[in-house]
Nanobody, 121 residues
């Protein structure tokens, strides 16, 4: 019913920027919270930033505030994550997700396949 496809990952040096994009097929949903999560080996998946497809309240993890910006295009059903001033600790697999609440990972029902972001020092 809901399909999410990520793009835009890659490798960058510390201080650089990357932009992730998530294209969504939302089925019957008219307004749904979508966002970005990340995971490194041996750690739990954590919320990075989320937003409703119609806009509204945005949530950011404290670790990315001031550096990452999430945006949505309701007409295109896309949610992008602009990542600036990247740090090595931002290295992770980044996942697009939909259908949950705030940054609570366990509440999200739909997940993309993930895109790798690697930041070298």
């Amino acid at each position: 019913q809901v399909q999410l496809v990520e793009s835009g990952g890659g490798s960058v040096q510390a201080g650089g920027s990357l932009r992730l994009s998530c294209a969504a097929s939302l089925g019957t949903y008219k307004n749904i919270r979508m966002g970005w999560f990340r995971q490194t080996p041996g750690k739990e998946r954590e919320g990075v930033a989320t937003i409703y497809t119609n806009g509204g309240t945005i949530y950011y993890a404290d670790s990315v505030k001031g550096r990452f910006t999430i945006s949505q295009d309701n007409a295109k059903n896309t949610v992008d994550l602009q990542m600036n001033n990247l740090k090595p600790e931002d290295t992770a697999m980044y996942y697009c997700a939909a259908g949950g609440s705030r940054l609570f990972t366990q509440t999200y029902n739909y997940w993309g396949q993930g895109t790798q972001v690697t930041v070298s020092s």
